[in-house]
């Protein structure tokens, strides 16, 4: 399918929804959804361990963050929807030899909408599973609707953390936007809801292949 030829990154700060558009992308295109929080789960043993690494994932070394991606540059496995990887320059030049990437989506998101969201995210730990309190909460307060286990929220998710957290985002990823900005491979969206961010994304990708589901689909 002419649709595993295109590799693409979704950039954005926490909580700007990347996980949502990849997930989109993947249904609307026929791509592979690959989730550097997945891939560092299973490849750590998941669980509570595992996702404390997943919060640290910038802080890792590159070479160590691209192994976990079952990818070659022959492979059709190279990201093709892939969020919030690569966080740093270093893995960025990582993913130089790994696959060229076609186009990278990069999600602005206004401060304040940011901190809202990510106040109130909770998260299976065991899965990554996300909810929202605001407008994606769980069937029943603090726990998981497919298991029934406690949700937690994350250090880093707590209103104290938020701030400092978006800063070190912004000063990461100032280079790795600068890098795909010059490769004329940037594309970015504004917005503070990714129902509304949504449609232009679609509009960009089906330029590029065919998709498989109309916008209506979703």
Not at 30 to 52: K, M, N, T, W, Y
Not at 170 to 191: C, M, N, Q, T, W
């Amino acid at each position: 399918m002419a649709s595993k030829l295109l590799r693409a990154v979704v950039l954005g700060p926490p909580g700007s929804g990347k996980g949502t558009v990849c997930e989109r992308i993947a249904r609307s295109f026929g791509l592979q959804h690959l989730s550097s929080g997945q891939f560092l789960r299973e490849s750590l043993g998941g669980g509570g361990g595992a996702q404390d690494h997943f919060t640290a994932v910038s802080l890792m070394p590159s070479t160590l963050t691209s192994s976990l991606f079952p990818v070659s540059s022959h492979s059709n496995f190279c990201p093709a929807a892939c969020p919030g990887f690569p966080r740093t320059l270093g893995q960025a030049k990582a993913l130089d030899g790994i696959c060229e990437l076609d186009l990278v989506i990069s999600l602005n998101i206004p401060f304040e909408t940011l901190k809202d969201r990510l106040s109130a995210r909770w998260v299976h730990p065991a899965s990554g599973r996300v909810y929202n309190m605001d407008f994606n909460p769980p069937h029943t307060q603090g726990v998981d609707d497919l298991t029934g286990e406690p949700l937690v929220q994350r250090e880093d998710d707590r209103p104290e953390a938020v701030a400092a957290r978006l800063r070190k985002y912004k000063d990461a990823a100032k280079p790795v936007i600068e890098l795909y900005k010059s490769r004329g491979i940037l594309h970015s969206f504004s917005g503070t809801e990714t129902n509304k961010i949504w449609p232009y994304v679609y509009t960009l990708l089906s330029s590029k292949i065919p998709p498989v589901l109309s916008d209506e689909e979703h």
